[in-house]
């Protein structure tokens, strides 16, 4: 069946690294993918998608590209603050599974001023 | 606009008791989910619907857990009896519609813990 796999955490940067997560995915068919952001405290938020080969998801200084070819979809900021603590969540949606979000298991993340 | 609404925040219960979770979802939205997050892992889908029909309920433990969506808005998912491995946080989620891809909006979750 369809899954997601992240890298564990936790990942412990500085302020203003560079962040990379890394996603890989098993899929039967040709997925969405996302990436779902957990602050504490709060529910999950959808933080970007993309829906095809070579898309590019991008918000709040966060990218992540779909890679067919590697079945990755791994996410990068250039620059984290320390208000990008959280924990991140890979996740995929297809039509043989029904559209369900299935999501990795979280890498969670500390940014230390 | 209001989010995804869970109640309560925090459930604290004997084994063997009762319990029951209540999600009112974003006003419009059509599909329901019921999603469960053990402690450091992903969420899993519990059972969804598509108004008051739950079109996927395969992962839902139908020996102890049931889940209703009268009127195709507010959702009640019970566990009875609970055990000290039901403790976990209970997410619901809803979205405009079905198909792909679709953006769902989570609640903050009910954490439970069974004691």
């Known amino acids: 069946g369809d899954s997601v796999t992240q890298m564990e955490g936790p990942v412990t940067l500085s302020e203003e690294a560079f962040l990379t997560i890394n996603c890989t995915y098993t899929?039967?068919?040709?997925?969405?993918l996302f990436w779902y952001v957990q602050y504490p405290g709060e529910g999950l938020q959808l933080l970007l998608k993309?829906?095809?080969?070579?898309d590019k998801g991008s918000n709040k200084g966060f990218e992540a590209t779909y890679r067919k070819e590697t079945t990755s979809f791994h996410l990068e900021k250039g620059s984290v603050q320390v208000s990008d603590s959280a924990v991140y969540f890979c996740?995929?949606?297809?039509?043989?599974?029904?559209?369900?979000?299935?999501f990795g298991s979280g890498t969670r993340l500390l940014v230390r001023p | 606009e209001a989010g995804v609404v869970q109640s309560p925040r925090y459930k604290i219960i004997e084994k063997k008791q009762p319990v029951a979770f209540w999600c009112n979802p974003i006003s419009g939205h059509n599909t329901l989910y019921w999603y469960l997050q053990n402690l450091g892992q992903g969420p899993e889908l519990l059972i969804r619907?598509?108004?008051?029909?739950?079109?996927?309920d395969s992962q839902l433990p139908k020996d102890r857990f049931s889940a209703e969506r009268l009127k195709g808005v507010d959702s009640t998912l019970k566990i009875q009896p609970a055990e000290l491995g039901d403790s976990a946080v209970y997410l619901c989620?809803?979205?405009?519609?079905?198909?792909?891809?679709?953006?769902?909006?989570f609640g903050q979750g009910t954490r439970l813990t069974v004691v």
């Open positions: 993309a829906t095809k080969a070579d």
């Open positions: 989620a809803s979205s405009q519609s079905t198909g792909h891809p679709t953006e769902a909006f």
């Open positions: 619907y598509e108004n008051e029909e739950a079109v996927d």
């Open positions: 899929a039967t068919g040709y997925p969405s």
């Open positions: 996740a995929l949606s297809e039509r043989d599974s029904s559209y369900k979000l299935i």
